[in-house]
T-cell receptor
Framework: GQQLNQSPQSMFIQEGEDVSMNCTSSSIFNTWLWYKQDPGEGPVLLIALYKAGELTSNGRLTAQFGITRKDSFLNISASIPSDVGIYFCAGHSTSGTYKYIFGTGTRLKVLA | EAQVTQNPRYLITVTGKKLTVTCSQNMNHEYMSWYRQDPGLGLRQIYYSMNVEVTDKGDVPEGYKVSRKEKRNFPLILESPSPNQTSLYFC?????????????FGPGTRLTVL
C-alpha cells in the first residue's frame, strides 16, 4: 500500500530557530495535510494543500505541495516552546478508496 | 461545543475479553474513522465509514470490527483482544469526502491488553 516517509524522525532545536521537515510518498497524492499532535491529545490540522506546487502559510508555518505530487515540506519559522509536539503529514489515497494515510511523524523539541 | 468523544479514555483488559470503544461526534459529519498510534509507526487507519451503513477497511483492520448504524456513532469492537492490540486509539470525523475536509480527532483511548 501507499506509504509516507517523514524526516527527520526527531529534532531538538533552539528557541527562535527555523525548522524544516518533509514527507515523501512512493506514489502520487491528491492532497497533503499537516497535523500537529500535542502530548496527550489527538492531532489537529495545521495546513491543507490541494494542488501540486501550492505554497500555503498559516502564521509562522509554511507548507508546500511538491510538483511531482509525491512530496511535501513544512517549515516553522522562529520556533517557540509551544511548537513542541509531533508533526504528521497525511494524505488521501489515490488507490480508488477513501483511506487516509499518515506519515510516521517528526517529534520536535524546542530548547528555551 | 463541536467535538469528537471517545470512551473509555483508558482501558486495561485481558486477552480474549470482548470490548467496545465508543466514538461519537456532534458535527453531523459523514466520514468517520478509527486509527491506532504506535511508537515509530505514526497513525494507521483501521476502518473508516463514508456514511451510515457504509464502512470499509483501512490499512490494519485485522482483529477489529466496526458498525455505523447512526451518523453520530462509530464504535470500535475488539471481539477477542490480543496483546499486539495494545495501543493508543483515535477516532476522527470529517464533514464529507476526505479530500477537502479536515479530520477532527477525539482525545484518544489508551488500551492495554494483558
Amino acid at each position: 500500500g501507499q506509504q509516507l516517509n517523514q524526516s527527520p524522525q526527531s529534532m531538538f532545536i533552539q528557541e527562535g530557530e527555523d525548522v524544516s521537515m518533509n514527507c515523501t510518498s512512493s506514489s502520487i497524492f491528491n492532497t497533503w495535510l499537516w497535523y500537529k499532535q500535542d502530548p496527550g491529545e489527538g492531532p489537529v490540522l495545521l495546513i491543507a494543500l490541494y494542488k501540486a506546487g501550492e505554497l500555503t502559510s498559516n502564521g509562522r508555518l509554511t507548507a508546500q505541495f511538491g510538483i511531482t505530487r509525491k512530496d511535501s515540506f513544512l517549515n516553522i519559522s522562529a520556533s517557540i516552546p509551544s511548537d513542541v509536539g509531533i508533526y504528521f503529514c497525511a494524505g488521501h489515497s489515490t488507490s480508488g478508496t477513501y483511506k487516509y494515510i499518515f506519515g510516521t511523524g517528526t517529534r520536535l523539541k524546542v530548547l528555551a | 461545543e463541536a467535538q469528537v468523544t471517545q470512551n473509555p479514555r483508558y482501558l486495561i483488559t485481558v486477552t480474549g475479553k470482548k470490548l467496545t470503544v465508543t466514538c461519537s461526534q456532534n458535527m453531523n459529519h459523514e466520514y468517520m474513522s478509527w486509527y491506532r498510534q504506535d511508537p515509530g509507526l505514526g497513525l494507521r487507519q483501521i476502518y473508516y465509514s463514508m456514511n451510515v451503513e457504509v464502512t470499509d477497511k483501512g490499512d490494519v483492520p485485522e482483529g477489529y470490527k466496526v458498525s455505523r448504524k447512526e451518523k453520530r456513532n462509530f464504535p470500535l469492537i475488539l471481539e477477542s483482544p490480543s496483546p499486539n492490540q495494545t495501543s493508543l486509539y483515535f477516532c476522527a470525523s470529517s464533514l464529507g469526502m476526505p479530500d477537502y475536509n479536515e479530520q477532527f480527532f477525539g482525545p484518544g483511548t489508551r488500551l492495554t491488553v494483558l
